[in-house]
């Protein structure tokens, strides 16, 4: 059963600090996903990353993937309040296949 | 990116009875699949909708609770039958397999039901 493990769970931070979400799967995959969902609202993609030492950065976040290490980071630079949402991390076993999610970042972003 | 849009958008319903929920793509699509996503939690897998085939279904999740129909590659629906208040999430569709763009996977807005 693939697993997938987020963390933190729950992230406050300060405006203009940096931190990084962590997202370790148990199962082989070149496929990593990450995900935005605002409350109430529905998941946006934020990044897909297809294959070992991929990295891709949009704004202030930033996400690379080690397959080796079967990790994938989401860096935050400078923090700003809109960045506060959840974040989820996802793994499919084959391309088109369903998504396996993390449990999710709850990240709140304070002046 | 595909436009994805479901039906109803939320919806609140008396225990034991049922709902139809839709979901419709704007183009052609090799996968659909249905999620649940409990107040709090991540996102679940009920199963995936194949065309023209009965839906693959999860550990956990069967055919009589959750009927789902997939009669082209645009369009699917997922049913929440004979509902209790555990019933209660946001129910998404997504979407893989458009064109060239194979590994992206879209969700649809969700609908956010009650049991009450």
């Known amino acids: 059963e693939l697993k997938v493990e987020q963390n933190p769970l729950f992230l406050s931070m300060q405006e203009g600090k940096n931190y990084t979400i962590y997202c370790n799967y148990s199962?082989?995959?070149?496929?990593l996903y990450w995900y935005r969902q605002d409350p109430g609202k529905s998941l946006e993609s934020l990044f897909v990353l297809l294959s070992n030492g991929a990295v891709k950065q949009e704004g202030r976040l930033m996400a690379s993937l080690d397959t080796k290490a079967r990790l994938s980071t989401l860096h935050i630079t400078a923090a700003v309040h809109d960045l506060s949402a959840t974040y989820f991390c996802a793994v499919d076993l084959n391309s088109g296949y369903a998504l396996n999610f993390g449990k999710g970042t709850s990240l709140l972003v304070t002046p | 990116s595909a436009v994805i849009s479901q039906k109803p958008s939320r919806d609140i319903c008396q225990r034991g009875t049922s709902l139809t929920i839709q979901c419709q793509v704007d183009s052609q699509v090799t996968m659909m699949f249905w999620y649940r996503q409990q107040p709090g939690q991540s996102l679940t897998l009920i199963a995936t909708?194949?065309?023209?085939?009965?839906?693959?279904?999860e550990s956990g999740f069967v055919i009589d609770k959750f009927p789902i129909s997939r009669p082209n590659l645009t369009f699917s629906t997922l049913t929440v039958s004979n509902m209790s208040p555990e019933d209660s999430s946001i129910y998404l569709c997504?979407?893989?397999?458009?064109?060239?763009?194979?590994?992206?996977?879209?969700f649809g807005p969700g609908t956010r039901l009650t049991v009450t």
């Open positions: 997504s979407v893989s397999g458009r064109a060239a763009q194979i590994y992206e996977q879209y």
């Open positions: 909708a194949n065309q023209g085939s009965e839906a693959t279904y």
């Open positions: 199962t082989t995959s070149d496929r």
